[in-house]
Each structure stands twice: as C-alpha cells, then as structure tokens.
C-alpha cells in the first residue's frame, strides 16, 4: 500500500512563512505529479498547488505570488512554502499523490493544520 505523511502545519502570524512537507512511501513505481489541497471549517476541500513530475505547476489564483510547490520525485516527495501568509489561509493542508497508472484520484495523506493569526 501506498502511505502519505505531511508535516510543517502550525501557527503563524499573518504575513509570515511556513514550509509543508509530504513524503509518500510504500509500493510506488512511478508518480504522474503530486499536489496540494486545503480544506477550511465550512468549506469545501480545493486544490491549492499541483506539481507534475515534470516540474509543471499550477496555482490557486488566490495563493499565485505567494506559494511556492516543489517536488524531488528522487525522494518521492512534494513541498509548499507558503509566505506572506493570511487568516484565509487557515485550513487543514491535504497531500494527494496521484501515481502507479492513476489519472485521477489518487493517494490521500491525513493533513497537517495550519492556523495564520491577525
């Protein structure tokens, strides 16, 4: 079975930075491209920033400018680094691995909370 872990959520300040980190492990022969989502108290689960493993990103416009997506598919791995950060930011962080011959769906990790203060 394929296992995905994030880690990097805590509490900020807003307009400060955090670093997210997913690392997927397990039976993994091949990974079509790895991203990001967010779901905030009320609101539904959205895509924040995908990567594919050919280095191809894709943004929310409301985070463009200001996160960064990175993947090292050596180490089976995806990051955001998230700066000048908002209270709407605040959300729980969901990684999605999307690999072994999948085009959809994918492999879900249990998300990291982070929390951006005023």
């Known amino acids: 079975q394929v296992q995905v872990v994030e880690s990097g959520g805590g509490l900020v300040q807003a307009g400060g930075s955090l670093r997210l980190s997913c690392v997927a492990s397990?039976?993994?022969?091949?990974?079509?491209?790895m991203g990001w989502y967010r779901q905030a108290p009320g609101k539904q689960r959205e895509l924040v920033a995908a990567?594919?493993?050919?280095?191809?990103?894709n943004y929310a416009d409301s985070v463009k400018g200001r996160f960064t997506i990175s993947i090292d598919g050596a180490k089976n791995s995806v990051y955001l680094q998230m700066n000048s950060l908002k209270p709407e930011d605040t959300a729980v962080y969901y990684c999605?691995?999307?690999?072994?011959?999948?085009?959809?769906?994918?492999?879900w990790g249990q998300g990291t909370q982070v929390t951006v203060s005023s």
């Open positions: 990567v594919a493993s050919g280095g191809i990103t």
């Open positions: 999605n691995l999307l690999a072994n011959g999948r085009i959809t769906g994918g492999y």
């Open positions: 397990g039976t993994i022969f091949s990974i079509t491209g």
